[in-house]
T-cell receptor, first 114, second 107 residues
């Protein structure tokens, strides 16, 4: 059974703080993804990675960076948190290198920036 | 980039009725179209997907149809039950999701 875990379910940070969101998957998946979910906007892709140390920008990468030092771990970094980054952040992983395959999502981290 | 439009944004049906959610996409090269269900407070989970070499796929009460010429695909849920109440998302191959449809099944 695939398990994708995220380091925090809820997080409250102040404007300007550096924020780290961690995601770990235990099924040796090649691809990992970070999305943000906002009401009425669906899921929007921030960054994804198809291999260790590889990353590609998604649709809304501004204000974010990522790190993938190990295959099972994908980190999302907010260099200087802003209030418009208050959102639900979802991590996901998928097995195949190409994009056409099931994504397994983590439980999400609800981030509030005050 | 790819654009995926999903309609309706909300849908309310009586238990036992059918529900249909439609998505249109812009990238004619897309070949993979998944549907995810997200229950309140839970993570999205894949419920069905279709690849462009078939026009329809069924799994018990849910089905997905694909019209590549018109660039749209639809989710069909028959004999709806209260536990079908959730937000449903379609997506295109390039990881662009629709904005979601909140389905409410009234007992």
């Amino acid at each position: 059974d695939v398990k994708v875990t995220q380091s925090s379910r809820y997080l409250v940070k102040r404007t300007g703080e550096k924020v780290f969101l961690e995601c770990v998957q235990d099924m040796d998946h090649e691809n990992m993804f970070w999305y943000r979910q906002d009401p009425g906007l669906g899921l929007r892709l921030i960054y994804f990675s198809y291999d260790v140390k590889m990353k590609e920008k998604g649709d809304i990468p501004e204000g974010y960076s990522v790190s993938r030092e190990k295959k099972e771990r994908f980190s999302l970094i907010l260099e200087s948190a802003s209030t418009n980054q208050t959102s639900m952040y979802l991590c996901a992983s998928s097995l195949w290198r190409d994009r056409g395959g099931e994504q397994y999502f983590g439980p999400g981290t609800r981030l509030t920036v005050t | 980039g790819e654009n995926v439009e999903q309609h309706p944004s909300t849908l309310s049906v009586q238990e036992g009725d059918s529900a249909v959610i439609k998505c249109t996409y812009s990238d004619s090269a897309s070949n993979y179209f998944p549907w995810y269900k997200q229950e309140l407070g839970k993570r999205p989970q894949l419920i069905i997907d279709i690849r462009s070499n078939v026009g329809e796929k069924k799994d018990q009460r849910i089905a997905v149809t694909l019209n590549k010429t018109a660039k749209h695909f639809s989710l069909h849920i028959t004999e709806t039950q209260p536990e079908d109440s959730a937000v449903y998302f379609c997506a295109g191959e390039k990881l662009v999701f629709g904005k979601g449809t909140k389905l409410t099944v009234n007992p």
